[in-house]
């Protein structure tokens, strides 16, 4: 997984916003994960609006206190545990 | 294990009965009949019940109506995909109330859950004109919190499974259950003490304990104030902490009737009425001293932190 990354869903995951966090659940495999609110913000910024891991990092670097390589380390890894969940497609 | 189903003369005297959960919140007609198993359980299972102790309870079969339901050497069920119908055949060795009551308790919500209304394996009683559930897995102690609060005052809905109906932008109505509480033997004793008991059923050692002395019902539908997860931390008081909606989530689901977890639509459907539950119903984890001692002190937390959320939503 690298910055430049882009993702999408997979078939069969259906999200859900709850008081600032998200609720995923995969439908083929019956589990349930949740985002806390700088999960929450990487996947709209990956998921709905399109866009890289890296400007998820941007976005998440502007609206959250923590440094860069922080936010980039914490973001490839959350990219990378969604992959392994089925939950997300990487696309370079 | 096999299951040996065939009907009893006792069982075969109700061959068609209708059931009402709330006033007319879910309706199943219940066909008691036939000998041997029912076809839909000799297929292959793809989904089980086990008890907290790991013993097999019950296995799930996909069937061409619908479902199968077999519980090991008591009983198998059959649920149309609908939910409005349910075929059962009782074991020699299980007379009528025995499969009535297996058919309330696990059956009768599971086919509620096929009819759109959300179920949930919950205790609940009724505090200052609204109902609290008590949420958690079996074992927990949900019948044993709600048969004591039952009896310091707080008219119970249910003890094992709360119905839900959801409302536009309010709380959920929370839909009586069963009007009587299934207590383990040293709980029945310490808390139902001289109460009736009803006839012991062949599958359980559970006491059931119907309501009326101490344990008033509550018959009517109560709007859901908040959810309590029972948990097993040990604590010297109540401790009482808020969980995340998110978080929540993830109790309602394990705690929620099922049938068939591999269905999308129906996985979909519940992950939805979940949603809007955790949305709009605050949800507390509870620990407490896990003592009979103890237990009115609980009772007493529990009411004071429910009213103070009526008061103060």
């Avoid at chain 1, 959250?64 to 969604?82: G, K, N, T």
């Avoid at chain 2, 207590?183 to 808390?191: E, H, N, T, V, Y």
Wanted: aromatic share 6%; glycine share 8%.
């Amino acid at each position: 997984v690298n910055l430049t990354d882009k993702v999408v869903p997979e078939e069969g995951v259906v999200v859900t916003p709850l008081q600032g966090e998200l609720v995923l659940l995969h439908l083929e495999t019956s589990n349930y994960y949740g985002l806390d609110a700088v999960g929450a913000r990487a996947w709209e910024v990956l998921v709905t609006q399109g866009g890289s891991i890296a400007d998820a990092c941007a976005a998440i670097a502007l609206e959250f206190d923590a440094e860069p390589p922080r936010i980039e380390a914490d973001l490839l890894a959350l990219v990378a545990a969604l992959q392994g969940a089925k939950l997300v497609r990487v696309v370079p | 294990m096999k299951c040996s189903a065939s009907v009893t003369s006792d069982s075969a005297s109700i061959p068609e009965q209708d059931f009402v959960w709330g006033e007319g919140r879910a309706r199943v007609r219940l066909s008691i009949g036939g000998s041997g198993s029912l076809a839909p359980c000799a297929g292959p299972a793809f989904h089980q019940w086990l008890s907290p102790c790991g013993s097999l309870r019950a296995t799930f079969h996909h069937s061409v109506a619908g479902y199968g339901v077999r519980f090991p050497d008591c009983a198998e069920f059959e649920i149309s995909r609908d939910g409005a119908h349910v075929a059962a055949v009782g074991a020699a060795s299980l007379d009528t109330p025995g499969l009535l009551h297996l058919f309330w308790n696990h059956v009768f919500p599971l086919a509620a859950s096929l009819q759109g209304l959300p179920v949930l394996h919950a205790g609940a009683v009724e505090i200052g004109g609204a109902a609290v559930a008590f949420l958690g897995p079996s074992g927990i102690g949900k019948s044993t919190l709600t048969a004591a609060m039952a009896r310091n005052g707080f008219p119970f809905l249910t003890d094992d499974a709360l119905a839900l109906v959801l409302q536009d932008d309010e709380a959920p109505l929370a839909v009586p259950g069963h009007p009587s509480i299934r207590l383990w033997q040293d709980s029945a004793d310490r808390l139902a003490g001289s109460e009736p008991r009803a006839g012991a059923v062949a599958f359980t050692d559970k006491a059931r304990v119907p309501a009326g002395g101490h344990f008033t019902h509550c018959e009517g539908e109560r709007e859901l104030r908040c959810i309590y997860l029972l948990g097993d931390r040990a604590v010297k008081d109540a401790d009482i902490q808020p969980v995340p909606a998110a978080r929540a989530v993830f109790d309602l689901a394990q705690s929620s009737f099922l049938v068939d977890p591999g269905d999308r639509q129906l996985l979909a459907r519940q992950f939805e009425l979940l949603s809007r539950i955790a949305t709009r119903v605050p949800v507390f984890r509870v620990d407490y001293p896990r003592s009979f001692e103890a237990l009115d002190s609980v009772c007493h937390a529990i009411a004071t932190h429910a009213s103070e959320l009526t008061v103060n939503p």
